[in-house]
């Protein structure tokens, strides 16, 4: 198996963008979680907590097609490093609101920066690997490790930033992902020599359509997963506290991640022979079939195991859904593509760490996690119209 990735990252350049790629994704599973625990360690209320990181991840989502667009055509090693520069920035200021009780609406306006800059790296490195790879099953190789790299992201990201929030200053965990999302971007950006041309339908040409059929049933699949993810995210959080164990909080999700992990190294190393879209129908009702026990457990040690086989089904859908846009997206508007689905999951993280956060503020824990099991309910049934063709009406076409 290990074979199988040691093949793509052989080709010049690909451990080193790959493995800058890994630590600048880093925020995107720290802040989320950072921003609850210290809203709410300050406030006491999960509700607050929930919408300002509601606010963060909405900003990301409204602006995340731009980013991509912007990418396609600027250049990665152009628009990156600004963007993550007004990331910090943005960061650091609304930590300093929250910490200094200024005004809360300078907490949301920080907020909406920081979330509005976070750049698309995921997006980026794949159209980095559809560029410089061309045999099919290798991109598939290289999509399903990112997806696994995605999941160490979501390993480490809670874990590190419960631990530094709860263990040290509440500030800390925010700190850290800044750092290591400026670190990590600018060492993605420099390596110009793997990056893909910008530009590449020409600055005065016109751009070829997004097959539109294909790619806004994976954006709304998307969407529902997002709410499903931020829903337990908060749910998790508020679980763990309840059980007098808010520590644990991180490990949960750890647990959760590290099952996509695995089944994420499974997916790269195999030659499937159901299609992409055969795997995202399956692996989103498995996604949803798996929130349904969570309601029922008041055990840390089990909820632990539940989340483990769960996170089974996370990896292989996510790669199915990515390898569709690949197969279906014009090459010079690929990181659009992929920031589409991108802005899905982060749009969808925000109603459900919202609502996940109204319900545990006035019925607990346990039954927060049926808007997690809602989410799941309603992307496996979106779920079942995505097609890999790529062909689009004239009508759809952008």
């Known amino acids: 198996m290990l074979d199988t990735y040691r093949r793509v990252l052989t080709h010049p350049g690909a451990l ?18 950072g921003i609850v625990l210290l809203v709410e360690q300050r406030t006491g ?6 919408t300002v990181s509601a606010v963060f991840v909405l900003a990301q989502a409204a602006v995340a097609v731009l980013h991509g667009r912007w990418v396609d055509h600027y250049g990665q090693s152009r628009v990156l490093p600004l963007a993550i520069s007004v990331f910090g920035a943005g960061l650091a200021l609304m930590m300093l609101a929250v910490e200094q009780d200024w ?16 750049p698309q790296v995921g997006a980026s490195v794949r159209t980095r690997w559809s560029h410089l790879l061309h045999d099919p099953r290798e991109v598939q190789t290289a999509f399903a490790l990112e997806a696994v790299l995605d999941e160490v992201v979501f390993v480490v990201g ?3 930033v419960t631990l530094l929030a709860t263990s040290w200053h ?6 850290c992902a800044v ?3 400026m670190v990590g971007t600018f060492a993605f950006a420099a390596q110009r020599r793997t990056e893909p041309p910008a530009g590449r339908s020409g600055p005065t040409g016109p751009r070829p359509p997004m097959p539109w059929r294909l790619v806004l049933p994976l954006a709304l699949v998307c969407l529902t997963l997002g709410a499903l993810f931020g829903a337990a995210e908060v749910t998790t959080v508020a679980f763990a506290e309840e059980q007098g164990k808010r520590w644990a909080a991180g490990w949960l999700l750890a647990a959760w991640s590290f099952g996509s992990l695995v089944a994420g190294l499974v997916t790269g190393a195999v030659a499937w022979r159901s299609g992409p879209d055969a795997r995202l129908r399956w692996g989103s009702a498995a996604m949803a079939l798996a929130m349904a ?6 055990s840390v040690p089990l909820m632990a195991v539940v989340l483990l086989v769960g996170g089974l089904a996370i990896a292989p859908t996510m790669i199915g859904a990515m390898t569709m846009v690949e197969q279906g997206v014009p090459s010079s508007r690929l990181t659009e593509g992929m920031a589409i689905l991108h802005t899905g999951i982060v749009a969808g993280v925000a109603p459900g760490a919202s609502i996940a956060g109204f319900v545990v503020d006035h019925s607990g824990a346990s039954t927060a996690y049926a808007v997690a099991l809602a989410g799941g309910v309603l992307g496996a049934l979106v779920a079942q119209t995505a097609r890999r063709s790529p062909a689009t009406s004239p009508s759809l076409r952008a």
């Open 45 to 50: 209320s999960y509700g607050l907590a929930g």
């Open 179 to 181: 750092v290591s999302g």
């Open 293 to 298: 026990p969570l309601m029922f457990i008041e």
């Open 158 to 160: 809670p874990v590190l």
């Open 170 to 175: 509440p500030v800390a965990g925010l700190t």
């Open 16 to 33: 080193a963008f790959s493995s800058a790629a890994l630590v600048a994704r880093l925020p995107i599973s720290m802040v989320g979680l």
């Open 103 to 118: 005004p809360r609406a300078l907490t949301y306006v920080f907020a909406a920066v920081s979330g509005a800059a976070l």
